[in-house]
């Protein structure tokens, strides 16, 4: 069979751009084509070298593993270590999926001018199969991003929380905040922090509207049945430092995740007088520390739910 290197390296070329084009995309980066296309050549070269046995066989893994750093570095020029071994597992990962697109295309078509020599395919097949199997594989790679940012950012991170007060409750959205570690001091029970606005329903107006003055210690109209369940909270963020929260003791609280509803037995629900995002995806902030369990302070059981 006649192999035309010129042909084998523009194949090459056209693939490893393809590759390294696609990873950009998964990955987020601005592509500069013209570096690109520098690392895509190198690939190209190491692939006919591969051929004609330049290379010693018992180097070939090593230097696959080389170049492969080699064409990121060249590719997308990363500015630390971190940076690079992310944008080389992304590489990899459109990698194996372009390849085993391609290979199962090639197994289906089934062309004849086909050869292999190290690992390396090489032959006249069409070059169609290299675009469609770019194709598919990067609908693939598009869609499985989606799913798992869609799994892993808007179902593992945020919730539904229902307060109940008395006979009345409220439902609000509320984020799985990892750095919200707010506490409440004596108890050490944690507080979620919820926008005035949504418990207007369960706590009395003439409260919801003199929350600073409760702080401040100038309100003196507060019903007994309330003041046993209100807290002070101190707080610091960026902006304000020794802030203070009015904290409040709900009768009870319910949290729904994606796999399971928590009845949370000790905890309090801050008060926040503003909006905590401007979209309104979010009228409330979760600590992690309301999911861990404490074999002194057992406060929250756990349901799995059903499916």
Request: glycine letters at 6%; proline letters at 3%; hydrophobic letters at 45%.
């Amino acid at each position: 069979m006649t192999i035309y290197i010129d042909l084998v390296i523009a194949e090459n070329i056209c693939m490893n751009y393809i590759i390294l084009y696609g990873t950009a995309i998964a990955y987020k980066i601005k592509p500069k084509k013209i570096r690109i296309l520098f690392a895509a050549s190198i690939g190209a070269a190491y692939a006919i070298l591969s051929y004609i046995q330049a290379l010693e066989t018992y180097s070939s893994f090593l230097l696959k593993i080389f170049l492969s750093i080699a064409m990121v570095y060249i590719a997308y020029s990363p500015g630390n270590l971190k940076s690079l071994t992310k944008q080389l597992l992304t590489f990899y990962l459109v990698s194996f999926v372009f390849g085993g697109t391609a290979f199962a295309m090639l197994y289906f078509i089934r062309p004849q001018d086909i050869l292999t020599r190290e690992g390396v395919y090489l032959g006249m097949y069409p070059i169609k199969i290299v675009f469609l199997g770019a194709i598919i594989g990067f609908v693939l790679i598009k869609a499985v991003f989606k799913i798992i940012k869609t799994k892993f950012t808007k179902n593992k991170l945020f919730c539904k929380v229902t307060i109940k007060i008395k006979d009345k409750e409220t439902k609000v959205n509320a984020l799985i905040d990892t750095g919200n570690l707010l506490r409440e001091p004596i108890t050490g029970n944690p507080v979620v922090i919820v926008e005035k606005n949504y418990l207007d329903t369960i706590i009395p107006k003439t409260i919801i509207d003199n929350i600073d003055s409760i702080i401040e210690g100038r309100y003196n109209d507060m019903p007994d049945d309330y003041l046993r369940k209100f807290r002070l909270v101190p707080f610091s963020s960026l902006g304000k430092q020794n802030g203070m929260l009015l904290g409040l003791k709900p009768d009870a609280m319910e949290i729904d995740t994606e796999d399971e509803q928590i009845q949370v037995q000790n905890a309090i629900v801050g008060i926040y007088n503003g909006n905590l995002t401007k979209n309104g995806l979010y009228s409330a902030l979760i600590g992690i520390g309301i999911f861990e369990r404490s074999n002194s302070n057992e406060f929250i059981e756990f349901a799995e739910k059903q499916h």
